[in-house]
């Protein structure tokens, strides 16, 4: 199993891929120095979905509560 930073770098790369064929296309949407500071945001942003928190509210948090105590 690869590790959070091991993952990070994966997401990252993938995120690379997606912005540089975007700005293949719309250069002007991401200058080209941002491009690898974009990709680790990007990576961090599907790092901190990975962990869904619980909803702290309303029918969706009582249905949760009730499937852990089962």
Known sequence: MATDD???DFFAA???NGIM???R???QLIP???M????YEVADEM???????EPEAGLAAVKTRRKKSD
């Open 36 to 39: 690898a500071r974009r990709a």
């Open 14 to 16: 993938f995120a690379m």
């Open 21 to 23: 064929a975007r700005s």
């Open 6 to 8: 091991e993952l990070r």
């Open 32 to 34: 080209e120095e941002g």
């Open 25 to 27: 296309l719309h250069p």
């Open 47 to 53: 790092m901190e979905a990975r962990n869904p928190k």
